[in-house]
């Protein structure tokens, strides 16, 4: 089998626009050119443009490249978007929004927006891939005291999440789910979240699976050692690359950390996978990013 690809590697692959337009057509299309509008194979190619436009030969109407995928109206160049992804899907790279502003000489806005336009799309193929066969549920904390101000109660410094795993008859998990707890305030007692495990289940887990395992205190014992071990490493695998982020953008970390983890593997195959989302996934602006996150209905502790 081959070896990882390094960055170094992918970047004189995928140097100019030209390179990088042929893969992220036969990404869009496998089968060819497919006309959203009216279902026609036939296109006439027109390369005047920076990308080229295909024209439908059947109902003429013409679309982009990067029309309904994460790139759709961005102004920054192909061969700017994939070391991007790379840099992103990479188990081995630690790049974040600061140090891709070097790599790719774009402003810090744009670097911030086009990793999290990426992870748009993790978190999209997350919303649609539920856990299945044998479930093991489970709750922990993240910790975000690198970003903000520590509080002199440290419960306040975190922010609860609930992890899902799918696990095999080994033992072994073929895949994670880490999603945010909103809660309307934090309990000072030591007692165990009353959270929203019924929620989980139903948003997350496949009505196939009659009784997932869930464990309510934190680090339990007969929870999936691995599910475990990867709760304890949250807070130290986003901080460490992040120094910590907010609340409200934690759920979209979590995702990623969560793709990350599954796709490291097997060299290279998270990579793949993030090209293929990038190129089926609609976009989402800068404007929807920033707006106040909705929040869902609260949590309500136990008696
Ligand atoms: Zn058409």
Known sequence: MAGAVTVEQFCKKYRDEESCVDILA??????????SHCGHNGATVMTTRRLPLYQCQACRRQTSLIKGTVMEGSRTSLHKWFPALFLLADPDSSTNAVQLTQILSVTYKTAWLIFH???HAISCADA???LTGLVDITFSNYNHTNY???SSQPQLNQVPFIAGATTNFFGEVTYFKLKQVHLPSRPTSREPLDVDYDRFIMEHVSSQVRNPNVYKYENDFRASET?????????DSINDRYFGVSPKHLQAYLDELCFRT??????NRGVVRLFKMLATTATITYKQLIAPARMPEPVQFAA
């Open 117 to 119: 336009k990426i992870r």
């Open 262 to 267: 599954i796709n490291s593997v097997r060299p």
């Open 128 to 130: 649609k891939q539920l």
């Open 26 to 35: 036969a990404l869009r299309w496998g089968n060819g050119f497919h006309c």
């Open 227 to 235: 599910l475990r071990l990867f709760c304890q490493m949250v807070t």
């Open 148 to 150: 903000w101000k520590e």
